[in-house]
């Protein structure tokens, strides 16, 4: 499932000890329903921690100012800060949609199907106008949902697990795959394919029950901003990371802007254009901002 939206990371939040209305946009429930808060971030997903929904790249952007968020068909309306962040209160549950008003555009986001006592953080990315839900990670009495891009493979990580978004996918035997509508196996599972996992969450991971491939589209491009940590290696193979992101890099990456790789060092910012690969990025372009 996708929506074209502007890039937002929303986390939505049902407190038990609130009645949250199943009414639908037409008609909202009070402003003790769910809160929504969350922030505007770059392409790539980005914002969560370890774990969570949305832990790959991703980086600040610049808000525009009088950026608002607004429950559609209701006047509960907050202005996004000058750091992407904001809290809209009066969420119902059931369908709703959210509609980002900025100067000369708008844009909507459908979240479907949100129930009492279920906490929901999306991840959303933004290419130019146009954006689109990148994770979509749900927890609540009935399990754990998650919506995301598969990170990382065996034999990166231990056998019948897998990343999305950041959280570990722990499967078993008893894990149900499919593809297309038709029964699918772990081993049709490809980095930078866009899987629908549910499950119940566990210490460390989500034991999955049911896996839906939702395409087999591995070819997809990321871009960053941000600053560099970590950085070992030479021009013939390098790495770093950015906002906690791994990115590599080797002689054939193409550094451009009139910027080269002796100019790359910690505490620069760089522009990183790349590709998934299995646990990290690898750059296959780059500039080095001069200050």
């Known amino acids: 499932m996708r929506r074209y939206v502007t890039a937002l990371a929303v986390a939505v939040v049902c407190s038990i000890a609130t009645a949250c209305s199943s009414n639908s946009p037409s008609s909202p429930s009070s402003l003790d329903g769910i809160s929504v808060s969350g922030s505007i971030v770059s392409p790539g997903g980005g914002g969560a921690s370890t774990n969570g929904a949305g832990s790959g790249p991703g980086t600040a952007v610049t808000i525009p100012a009088g950026l608002t968020i607004t429950v559609v068909g209701t ?54 106008t146009l954006a689109e839900l990148e994770t979509d990670l749900r927890r609540g009495p009935a399990g754990e949902q998650l919506e995301g891009r598969v990170e990382s493979l ?97 002689n054939l990456t193409v550094f451009f802007g009139n910027s080269a790789f002796t100019e790359l060092a910690n505490g620069k910012r760089v522009e990183v254009k790349g590709a998934m690969k299995d646990g990290y990025v690898y750059a296959t372009r780059m500039k080095v901002n001069k200050n």
């Open 75 to 128: 006047n509960n309306t907050a202005v996004v800060s000058s750091n992407g962040s904001f809290t809209i209160n009066g969420v119902p549950a059931g369908n709703v949609q959210l509609r980002l008003n900025g100067p000369g555009w708008q844009s909507l986001i459908s979240l479907l199907e949100l129930q009492t006592g279920q906490v929901v953080t999306i991840t959303i990315t933004l290419d130019g």
């Open 154 to 250: 065996p034999p990166t990580t231990p056998a019948g697990t897998f990343i999305v978004s950041g959280r570990t996918v722990t499967t078993s035997n008893v894990t149900n795959f499919t593809l297309n509508g038709q029964a699918a196996t772990f081993d049709d599972l490809a980095v930078g394919q866009r899987v629908h996992v549910k499950g119940q969450p566990g210490p460390t991971s989500l034991l999955a029950t049911w896996v839906m491939i939702q395409n087999t589209n591995t070819d997809v491009g990321l871009n960053f901003n941000g600053i560099v940590t970590e950085f070992t290696g030479t021009s013939a193979a390098f790495q770093f990371r950015v906002d906690g992101q791994l990115i590599k890099g080797d």
